[in-house]
Nanobody, 124 residues
Framework: QIRLVESGGGSVQAGASLRLSCTAP????????MGWFRQAPGKEREGVAA???????SYADSVKGRFTISEDNAENTIFLLMTSLKPEDSAIYYC??????????????????WGQGTQVTVSS
């Protein structure tokens, strides 16, 4: 069982920044592809950003230039720095991981393991 531990999130004003983090467990000979997703009430879960085991990055068009995904390989941790936040960024943000290569990095179907989710609320 792979348990992802998320932290960060909160309530901020529009234009502010937040950073999320997600740590995957360390297992021998295991590397992860990891990503961030979000789900707003009444909407489907959507991919926000992803990073594969080679360090290749993917971003949703809606967050390009504002969000940055990064990693600390030594700690099996990824981060999502969110800047210039907008009310439409409000959602529950989920960390996801998989040990198989990603075909569609921003598709939830490519991931088997999920964090518990953390709420991000941006007020205008």
């Amino acid at each position: 069982q792979i348990r992802l531990v998320e932290s960060g999130g909160g309530s901020v004003q529009a234009g502010a920044s937040l950073r999320l983090s997600c740590t995957a467990p360390k297992y021998p000979y295991t590397t992860y592809q990891m990503g961030w997703f979000r789900q707003a009430p009444g909407k489907e879960r959507e991919g926000v950003a992803a990073i594969d085991s080679d360090g290749e990055l993917s971003y949703a068009d809606s967050v390009k230039g504002r969000f940055t995904i990064s990693e600390d390989n030594a700690e099996n941790t990824i981060f999502l720095l969110m800047t210039s936040l907008k009310p439409e960024d409000s959602a529950i943000y989920y960390c996801a991981a998989d040990v198989s290569p990603l075909v569609r990095p921003l598709s939830p179907d490519d991931y088997h393991y999920w964090g518990q989710g953390t709420q991000v609320t941006v007020s205008s």
